[in-house]
T-cell receptor, first 115, second 113 residues
Framework: DAGVIQSPRHEVTEMGQEVTLRCKPISGHNSLFWYRQTMMRGLELLIYFNNNVPIDDSGMPEDRFSAKMPNASFSTLKIQPSEPRDSAVYFC???FGGGQYNEQFFGPGTRLTVL | QQQVKQSPQSLIVQKGGISIINCAYENTAFDYFPWYQQFPGKGPALLIAIRPDVSEKKEGRFTISFNKSAKQFSLHIMDSQPGDSATYFCAASRYSSASKIIFGSGTRLSIRP
């Protein structure tokens, strides 16, 4: 298995532009998580899905952030408009939520820089 | 009550020494305590985990000690090696079909050769 796949790996954009981050979870996993990591705030959970349904989006910082999971093999995190304070590494993780203690498998991350 | 508090923020240990990272939680509903390891430029990866029905779990040089009454748990790395240099996150979650994991703030560990 290729693991969790994220794209792009690096993104540099200007303030005000729309940014879309993509994630392909591990096949067979039914839970997907989006995290943001910064030096100041550490690893923050933004939103997570179970069976393609958003379960908890309380970590989404504001309305500029939105996430979708149209099917079991794809999710997007969109920032519109982007701001310099959104600069961070964004991780996607997936797990098999079959009622077990669920190990989360993280992707390599997308490093976002907003100028 | 959802927080997991982790200390220290950073740690420097000599090669061959013991590295100790501590965590504390408030929510007694937590029943699964994993530790994740993150190398620079990579995503976190599960290192070792414990459930509260045992007080200690050992995997190679890595040991989790768990104190249910104090609501504390710690990671011990014996015979620390330069390759152990990474950021370590403690975490807690509840048994659930879609349980989210609450991560600590992380400890940056450096092992000096």
């Amino acid at each position: 298995d290729a693991g969790v796949i994220q794209s792009p790996r690096h993104e540099v954009t200007e303030m005000g532009q729309e940014v879309t981050l993509r994630c392909k979870p591990i096949s067979g996993h039914n839970s997907l998580f989006w995290y943001r990591q910064t030096m100041m705030r550490g690893l923050e959970l933004l939103i997570y899905f179970n069976n393609n349904v958003p379960i908890d989006d309380s970590g989404m910082p504001e309305d500029r952030f939105s996430a979708k999971m149209p099917n079991a093999s794809f999710s997007t995190l969109k920032i519109q408009p982007s701001e310099p304070r959104d600069s961070a590494v964004y991780f996607c993780a997936s797990s098999f939520g079959g009622g077990q203690y669920n190990e989360q498998f993280f992707g390599p991350g997308t490093r976002l820089t907003v100028l | 009550q959802q927080q997991v508090k982790q200390s220290p923020q950073s740690l420097i240990v000599q090669k061959g020494g013991i590295s100790i990272i501590n965590c504390a939680y408030e929510n007694t509903a937590f029943d699964y305590f994993p530790w994740y390891q993150q190398f620079p430029g990579k995503g976190p990866a599960l290192l070792i985990a414990i459930r509260p029905d045992v007080s200690e779990k050992k995997e190679g040089r890595f040991t989790i000690s768990f104190n249910k009454s104090a609501k504390q748990f710690s990671l011990h790395i014996m015979d620390s090696q330069p390759g152990d240099s990474a950021t370590y996150f403690c975490a807690a979650s509840r048994y659930s079909s879609a349980s989210k994991i609450i991560f600590g703030s992380g400890t940056r560990l450096s092992i000096r050769p």
